[in-house]
């Protein structure tokens, strides 16, 4: 299972947003239950974050954690719309 994300930053908040989530690697690596954990860049001012779980209770315990937290705290400062979380299931993986 995974949680791709997708963050719009406001004009002129680009790089604080690059920054913020990469700045998020820590607490990502201290989650037991979060597998892998990415930071993207998709476009100019479009971000994201992709992440996979073992199971519902690491989804949980990484959607209720401090990253989470931070993202939720910072968002009306440096995003232009709200986050866009999708909760998949992953069918294949190499």
């Given amino acids: 299972m995974c949680d791709p994300?997708?963050?719009?930053?406001?004009t002129g908040k680009e790089?604080?947003?690059a920054e913020f989530?990469?700045?998020?690697?820590?607490?990502?690596?201290?989650?037991?239950?979060?597998?892998?954990?990415?930071a993207l860049q998709i476009g100019p001012s479009t971000f994201g974050?992709?992440?996979?779980?073992e199971n519902e209770d690491?989804?949980?315990?990484?959607?209720g954690g401090e990253i989470a937290k931070a993202l939720m705290a910072k968002?009306?400062?440096?995003?232009?719309?709200d986050p866009v979380l999708?909760?998949?299931d992953l069918?294949?993986?190499k």
Avoid: N
């Fill in 21 to 38: 989530i990469k700045s998020a690697l820590p607490l990502a690596e201290q989650e037991a239950g979060t597998e892998k954990w990415y």
């Fill in 49 to 53: 974050i992709f992440d996979t779980f």
């Fill in 5 to 10: 994300g997708r963050l719009e930053a406001k």
């Fill in 15 to 17: 790089q604080e947003v």
């Fill in 91 to 93: 069918l294949a993986v």
């Fill in 75 to 81: 968002a009306p400062e440096l995003l232009a719309a």
């Fill in 58 to 63: 690491g989804r949980k315990t990484h959607l």
């Fill in 86 to 88: 999708e909760m998949v």
